[in-house]
């Protein structure tokens, strides 16, 4: 039985993780904890995530159950998961990261940490986006050059970053499967007198609003026809479920960085 703990665990994320951990055999709740001064600290983890007592209190520390558990599942922000993969790797612990918003020095930090201990980092857990992924290297070099390239993601009004993890990933996929530099291509929203449409561009654009869970697009707009790929996320169900499987995958891992291709075995 592997053991988890869920970073985050009042949130809307982490209660997802945590019913969705409770309906997946092979894996247990061992241990929840959230930032200090969040409403659901000292409650049962179960009772905040609306699946009734499940005899796990939320803490405000993840040094203090870090002994307890197999894989620490963290949803949360940069700066709070960085110090949680410091724990982890502090103490041989796995960790699923489905935390989006890094920047390169961010992503190093987690890189160096993977050498310690298996890390599945992923801006999207769900198992469709994933596909998706797969899908979008194998259509994106076939259409070539002739096709122009649209990402469009839509999220919920509380969301912080953008463009999405999801969305950046995806142009990350397609400009390697194209062999295109995106720091060069990667054009992020539009406004003014600017220019003539450069065939080589990605254009990567964000929408907020409302209580939208996730949606992404990709268009290939060629002369005379348009290839729309879509993912529509209808609850985080779909990211909780990826992110619990993910972490019965990882636990017991070697030390690496691996993401949902790995834990999908989509890896060409």
């Given at each position: 039985?592997?053991?988890?703990?869920?970073?985050?665990?009042?949130?809307?994320?982490?209660?997802?993780?945590?019913?969705?951990?409770?309906?997946?055999?092979?894996?247990?709740?061992?241990?929840?904890?959230?930032?200090?001064?969040?409403?659901?600290?000292?409650?049962?983890?179960?009772?905040a995530?609306?699946?009734?007592?499940?005899?796990?209190?939320?803490g405000?520390?993840?040094?203090?159950?870090?002994?307890?558990?197999?894989v620490?599942?963290?949803?949360?922000?940069?700066?709070a998961?960085?110090?949680?993969?410091?724990?982890?790797?502090?103490?041989?612990?796995?960790?699923?990261?489905?935390?989006?918003?890094?920047?390169?020095?961010?992503?190093?930090?987690?890189?160096?940490?993977?050498?310690?201990?298996?890390?599945?980092?992923?801006?999207?857990?769900?198992?469709?986006?994933?596909l998706?992924?797969k899908?979008l290297?194998?259509?994106a070099?076939?259409?070539?050059?002739?096709y122009?390239?649209?990402?469009?993601?839509?999220?919920?009004?509380?969301?912080?970053?953008?463009?999405?993890?999801?969305?950046k990933?995806?142009?990350?996929?397609?400009?390697?499967?194209l062999?295109?530099?995106?720091?060069?291509?990667?054009v992020?929203?539009?406004?003014?007198?600017?220019?003539?449409?450069?065939?080589?561009e990605?254009?990567?654009?964000?929408?907020?609003?409302?209580?939208?869970?996730?949606?992404?697009?990709?268009?290939f707009?060629?002369?005379?026809?348009?290839?729309?790929?879509?993912?529509r996320?209808?609850?985080?169900?779909?990211?909780?479920?990826?992110?619990?499987?993910?972490?019965?995958?990882?636990?017991?891992?070697?030390?690496?960085?691996?993401?949902?291709?790995?834990?999908?075995?989509?890896?060409?």
């Open positions: 039985m592997i053991k988890a703990l869920v970073a985050g665990a009042g949130g809307r994320m982490g209660g997802r993780i945590i019913a969705s951990i409770d309906d997946q055999e092979g894996i247990a709740l061992a241990g929840a904890f959230e930032r200090r001064g969040h409403t659901t600290l000292g409650q049962d983890a179960g009772e995530a609306g699946i009734g007592s499940r005899g796990v209190t939320v405000d520390r993840l040094e203090a159950i870090i002994g307890t558990g197999d620490v599942i963290d949803f949360t922000d940069p700066e998961t960085l110090r949680h993969v410091e724990i982890a790797a502090e103490n041989g612990k796995a960790m699923v990261v489905g935390t989006t918003g890094m920047d390169a020095a961010q992503k190093e930090e987690l890189e160096k940490a993977s050498r310690k201990i298996p890390i599945v980092f992923a801006p999207n857990t769900s198992v469709g986006v994933n998706l992924f899908v290297a194998d259509v070099p076939i259409l070539g050059d002739a122009d390239v649209e990402i469009f993601e839509t999220h919920h009004r509380y969301k912080k970053d953008a463009p999405s993890g999801t969305a990933k995806m142009a990350e996929v397609i400009s390697s499967a062999g295109r530099d995106l720091d060069e291509t990667a992020y929203g539009r406004s003014g007198m600017v220019g003539e449409r450069k065939s080589s990605i254009g990567i654009f964000s929408m907020r609003g409302g209580d939208v869970v996730g949606d992404h697009t990709v268009v707009a060629g002369l005379g026809d348009r290839v729309e790929l879509t993912h996320a209808h609850s985080r169900d779909t990211f909780a479920r990826g992110a619990v499987r993910a972490a019965l995958w990882v636990a017991g891992r070697v030390p690496g960085l691996y993401d949902m291709m790995d834990v999908l075995g989509l890896r060409k």
